[in-house]
């Protein structure tokens, strides 16, 4: 057989084994053949050969090997002055050395081949090696460089009319202009790229194309537009079942979303990412979709949730070696932490993520963690770094078009000279920021920019200004709250930043003497999610969206004459400055401003401490002892003297007429009923006493009582249950024995049995508590949220089989109850989460499921004085008078009831009290004289307070 034709077999051989991925078979025969093209010294062969050759130890990462063959061929090729195989050759050089990372070099092999190229007018692989160069700009992020030679690629494609080469190149100066944070332009070359790669039918290319070009819309700020590219980009995905595409689409529409403030489906999209990421097992994308959740969480104030998720972005990123996730990581932990008021280690996060994003030139980076360290800076009080910080900030995103960092920047330039009292600069810094979030629809920044406006126009003595633009705000926070539908718990943790908008406007309203608006403010300003979620459990949808909003002063007025009742309203605007309003039951209207910043000097104690102060006085010691013929408490006269004597002469002189209290922020732990004037005389002697969490909570309760309820059991009366083991401390809780008593002496007024020890388990108790016209409850009640659900509080029942015996407020929450009255008695079920939309907690949880009337206690009640008060009260409740009136008359009874009355008493009602409790309570009594009140310390009553009718 001819020579040649034996070498050209062993080639064509090599090549068909090469194409059925053969490759050390390819290489066997590809070397065969080279022997014998080099014996012929058929250099044509011979540079063939090692052409694809070295494209076969290519494929097997074999780069030395390759790169040694190539380098011969070009040498072949070069002395017989084939230009043509030059061209292709010095593209597989080029290649090779970028598999290798060597991208200098294989720039310099490119420039070579498009020398070559031009000069044998090879149009086609001159074009080929212009966006072949441009790749290899961008990798090396010689961003113009990649555009010079992107659009003289897209210049040939257009002039040959090579319709997918033409929409590449368009979309490789969409990728470059991105990359150099120049969205404008981006987004102008993704549209072209997009119809060119439509018109060609490429349905995957184009799903990759919209999501790079609602990436660009995103990061220009215009949201909405982003989305639109988004979702349809996640369909195509979704077609494909490409994970990684759609983990991509679904975090760009959580960030829009959370942009537009509509954190429901923002954490919704954002959870859809992290469970696919961690299907898929890409670590990366976990990482980020953990810190997208945490930023969330961040923004509706849940921090502890928020730190959660930013550590174990941190981790993940660390671990992978990420450094660009690193970075944005201890950016995100910064910014919880802002939040938090760590401000000092807030900067320590910053500053990792600052050196990290100089390190790596991430110049938007760089801007976010110059903005956040002049936020942390600015509450250190280190003004001029703050300024610093802010202005590198609006130099680099104006470089870099980000408008909605230019935005950020000027807030906190805005910021920084309101601190230093430079009130006109601060207001033109925040007009800006203001212009630009009105532009991209930035809802949460819209909000912050005119509360700080309004803040800054107040302190400048613009007061007329200041209302417009805080009445602006709240219109911005009232529809970002609407946005989360009926997520109850999003909307009690956004609100926690948005109540200080409600305080300034009261402030203004009240330096303008304008106090009746000052008090719709203040009405508008609370309890909204509640009022929102009773509204919608008490009407059908649609009707609770009329009914929801804010009384007017006439509604308020008109409340109070309708119900004949005396109304309290507390604002606390800050530790020093209480608001109060007295709305009689005629309708007319008072206020009265309190300053407590002298007295809190004087005492050197807050009015929280206070608060705070009493209820660990109670158990102390430091109070007097039972049988003291004048109990007085230092604590509960000044609250007395804080909260009700400037107000005392406006209250009702007819004890029968109900005054209630609309407490707020640490209000809601002061025991009302308790509180003493001079004199020692507790405030229930004067008045009938009962709270609620706001006006319009007090009427849509009113409201509920009226709905028709069936109910089959007149009582559920349980009492110190098997104790079950609370799931996070492993500790078991502690049995109640009075509490046991307690039950056994009320179930007989309602002629049932009381459900005590193993039988009260919460399977049982569930079962029958939807039945219950009343519902007493004697057993612990905790703060905590024992099942991480976001609604703290649960009642503890006894547990069976895998129940652990909790019925947790989350649990109630969903319940529909048919009960007219629920009483938790013994422990704290009156407390909870404080939040700025009132007490989160048992009592709110079980308002919302239907209870119109509820009694819960501020502190631990474990005595016999409790089963003596309750006895009392459903006494008096079966006269036909209302819960909170027949919880008032018992504890002043049980306040001012004598030994000997007390004895007397017991003996009458014998029957509803066992003979061990009847026999104690005549052992602590007997060295008493007959005079003397025995329950009158407010820790036996007072702990009890009526919430609703």
Known sequence: MD????????????????????????????????????????????????????????????????????????????????????????????????????YSQAIDFYQERLALSQEIKDRLNEMYTLGALGEAYEVSRSFDLAVKHYKEYLAIAQEIQDDSHYGFALESLGNAYYLLEQSVKAIEYYRQALVVVEKLGYIEWAGEILTRLGAAYYDHGDYREAIVYQQRSLEISQNYQDYAKIILSLRYLGNCHEALGDYVKAIDYHEQCLAISRKIKIQKEEASALGNLGNAYRVLANYERSLDYHQSALSIAQKINNRSDEAKAFGNLGNTYVMLGDYAKAVEYHQKNLVIAREIEDRRGQGAALGNLAVAYQQLGDDNKAIECSEENLIIAREIEDIKREATALANLGSAYNHLGNYDRAIIYYNQSLSIRNEIEDIQGQGLALNNLGLTLWQAGRLLEAEETFRSAILVWEKLRAKLDDNDSHKISIFEEQSRTYFGLQIVLVK???????????????????????????????????????????????????????????????????????????????????????????????????????????????????????????????????????????????????????????????????????????????????????????????????????????????????????????????????????????????????????????????????????????????????????????????????????????????????????????????????????????????????????????????????????????????????????????????????????????????????????????????????????????????AFCGIGQ
């Not at 002395?79 to 970028?98: F, H, P, R």
């Not at 999610?529 to 459990?537: D, G, I, N, S």
């Open 512 to 942: 303008q003497q304008k106090n009746n608006l000052a008090l719709e403010i203040a009405e508008r300003g609370r309890a909204r999610a509640f009022v929102e979620l009773l509204a919608t459990r008490l009407f059908s949808k649609s009707a609770a969206k009329l009914d929801i909003a804010a009384p007017s002063i006439a509604k308020i007025q008109q409340i109070a004459q309708s119900q004949k009742i005396t109304l309290v309203e507390y604002s606390v605007v800050h530790d020093s400055l209480i608001f109060i309003w007295v709305i009689q039951a005629s309708g007319e209207i008072f206020f009265h401003s309190r300053n407590i910043a002298g007295l809190k000097q004087k005492l050197d104690i807050s009015l929280s401490n206070i608060v705070t102060q009493f209820h660990e006085s109670l158990f102390t010691g430091e109070t007097q002892e039972e049988g003291s013929p004048s109990w007085k408490c230092f604590e509960l006269q000044i609250l007395y003297r804080i909260l009700i004597y400037p107000i005392q002469e406006l209250l009702p002189t007819s004890p029968d007429t109900p005054v209630v209290f609309i407490p707020q922020d640490t209000l809601f732990l002061v025991p009302f009923p308790a509180l003493q004037d001079e004199e020692g005389t507790f405030l229930i002697e004067k008045h009938t006493i009962f709270t609620a969490p706001s006006i319009q909570v007090l009427e849509l309760i009113q409201n509920q009582s009226k709905q028709a309820r069936e109910t089959s059991l007149e009582a559920l009366v349980v009492g110190n249950p098997q104790m079950p083991t609370i799931p996070l401390t492993q500790e078991t809780l502690n049995p109640l024995e009075w509490a046991e008593a307690e039950a056994n002496a009320i179930a007989p007024i309602f002629h049932t049995q009381p459900i005590t020890g193993q039988a009260a388990t919460k399977v049982n108790i569930v079962e029958q508590i939807s039945k219950a016209r009343i519902i007493h409850l004697a057993t612990h009640g905790l703060l905590d949220d024992i099942q991480q659900l976001g609604v703290p509080g649960a009642i503890a029942l006894a547990p069976s089989n895998d129940d652990s015996g909790f019925l947790t407020a989350g649990e109630i929450y969903h319940m529909k109850l048919n009960a007219q009255l629920v009483v938790l008695s013994a422990c704290s079920t009156g407390r909870g989460r404080i939040t700025g939309d009132g007490v989160v907690g048992l009592s709110r949880c079980l308002i919302a499921a239907g209870v119109p009337s509820i009694i819960v206690s501020l502190w631990s009640v474990n005595d016999q004085s409790t089963a003596l008060l309750m006895v009392k009260f459903y006494q008096i409740l079966q006269q036909g008078i209302t819960a909170t009136v027949a919880l008032n008359q018992a504890q002043l009874w049980l306040l001012g009831v004598t030994k000997k009355e007390l004895l007397v008493w017991v003996e009458a009602n014998q029957q509803f009290l066992a003979p061990a409790l009847r026999m104690n309570l005549r052992h602590r009594l007997h060295k008493l004289e007959d005079s003397v009140k025995p329950f009158q310390s407010p820790r036996h009553w007072a």
């Open 3 to 102: 020579s040649k034709r034996e070498a050209d077999k062993f080639l064509k051989q090599g090549i068909n084994q090469y194409e059925q991925n053969n490759l050390k078979a390819a290489i066997e025969n590809y070397q065969k053949a080279l022997e014998i093209y080099q014996t012929l010294k058929n250099f044509q062969g011979e540079a063939n050969v090692l052409g694809v050759l070295g494209h076969a130890y290519q494929e097997l990462k074999d780069y030395d090997k390759a790169i040694k063959c190539y380098q011969q061929s070009l040498t072949i090729n070069q002395n017989i002055q084939d230009k043509s195989g030059q061209v292709t050759i010095l593209g597989q050089l080029a290649i090779a050395c970028e598999d290798l990372g060597d």
